[in-house]
């Protein structure tokens, strides 16, 4: 692997959920000393032109410390001043997890990039894929995303979602948008699309590039809380239908200059929400024109038999009609990869129009971007 330095350098990599800019120590911070010499502590973890990850914990009381991604682990090695360092290796590109181990405990490195994910904040690197260059900050007119907060009648609580708006969205405002309702995946939240996601230049430089209509982006919470009844809060991701044609859906049509009728609302999600997109499509074709489906429509975790949703299936005249374009990816080593190959063949066999894509890669982002970027050139054309 070869990355060069206009991939390893690019401010897109370097934006998270807590800056934009690179996490650099600052002189004046003697918080970040590691000893009193004025050394300072590194950055946590900086990709290399081969792929590799160069890392660093400050723990000087610690007796060992680990730096680790899946089955891949390195014992990183101390010097005076109590800085551990080491190589990690990575064999893909991508965003990928980072994880450090203190005595065998985990933690989180705070010079190492923090996200979120899995329901909880993590580190995480990116080693840049040069066969995705839409992902890069580019020299071109860029949209805001904003954060908005109104009241859920379906929840009782407040709830939130992030709304990426296309360049020249507040300079003309005579000109009203199509929508495209974005998904996450489980233990994720409305910003992954954003900060791990990058959705939001994946847009920019599309449209720069006359490939994609410009459109409103609608990033919800999935993971919907309601009160479970015994003075605590449930998670009801399933639920999430109903809080967006309830809540969701009417709130952004009052809200953005959008444009009305089925054929101006997409919907899409991966892993979880390419499910919760699934079943939402199947059941109210009526109400969207297009669907990308990232991970397959077909749950792994229950009998197809008892997916009433799929039974829409059979109707496939209806469906080719209502939906202009369903659209499913998948990564060729995913774990559930049998799975989609199967519901490939069910879809062919009812006959079932979409359009099907096979990218390198497993259950992760380095799928969930370039699947993103081709289903956006596909719809409101």
């Not at 580190?123 to 992902?135: A, G, K, Q, R």
């Not at 003075?231 to 953005?256: H, S």
């Not at 919907?267 to 074709?285: D, V």
């Amino acid at each position: 692997m070869h990355i060069p330095k206009e991939f390893l350098e690019n401010q897109a990599f370097f934006c998270s959920p807590l800056a934009f800019s690179r996490q650099i120590p600052v002189n004046a911070n003697p918080i970040l000393m590691a000893d009193p010499n004025g050394s300072y502590i590194p950055e946590g973890a900086v990709t290399q032109e081969d792929g590799t990850v160069k890392v660093a914990f400050y723990a000087p009381e610690a007796e060992t410390v680990t730096a680790f991604h899946e089955d891949v682990s390195v014992d990183l090695v101390k010097d005076e001043a109590g800085l551990w360092t080491g190589i990690l290796p990575y064999y893909e590109p991508g965003f990928k997890q980072l994880g450090f181990k203190v005595n065998g405990v985990t933690v989180l490195n705070r010079m190492a990039p923090v996200g979120f994910g899995s329901n909880t904040p993590l580190n995480y690197v990116e080693v840049p894929d040069t066969e995705c260059d839409f992902l890069l900050l580019k020299d071109v007119p860029h949209g805001s995303v904003t954060r908005e907060y109104f009241k859920s009648t379906y929840t009782g609580r407040f709830i939130s979602c992030l709304v990426y708006t296309p360049p020249g969205y507040q300079q003309d405002l005579s000109v009203n948008y199509p929508v495209l309702y974005l998904q996450h995946g489980g233990g994720e939240n409305e910003t992954s699309w954003v900060y791990q996601g990058k959705i939001n230049f994946t847009m920019d430089n599309l449209i720069a590039e006359g490939k994609a209509v410009p459109c409103i982006i609608v990033m919800s919470n999935g993971m919907v809380q309601l009160d479970d009844g015994k003075g605590g809060t449930a998670v009801r991701a399933w639920e999430f239908e109903n809080l967006l044609f309830q809540d969701v859906i009417p709130f952004i049509e009052k809200t953005y200059r959008v444009k009305p009728g089925k054929e101006n609302r997409a919907i899409a999600g991966l892993s979880l929400g390419s499910l919760q997109c699934g079943k939402i499509i199947l059941e109210h074709p009526d109400m969207f024109i297009a669907a990308g489906l990232f991970t397959g429509i077909t749950s792994p975790f229950s009998d197809p038999s008892e997916q009433h949703h799929l039974k829409a299936l059979d109707n496939a005249e209806y469906l080719n009609k209502e939906i202009k374009v369903l659209f499913r990816a998948i990564g060729d080593s995913e774990s559930s990869y049998e799975l989609i190959r199967n519901e490939t063949k069910i879809l062919e066999e009812k006959g079932v129009n979409n359009i099907e894509k096979v990218y390198p890669g497993e259950h992760e982002w380095r799928v969930w971007r370039r699947a993103a970027c081709d289903f956006l050139q596909l719809i409101f054309k």
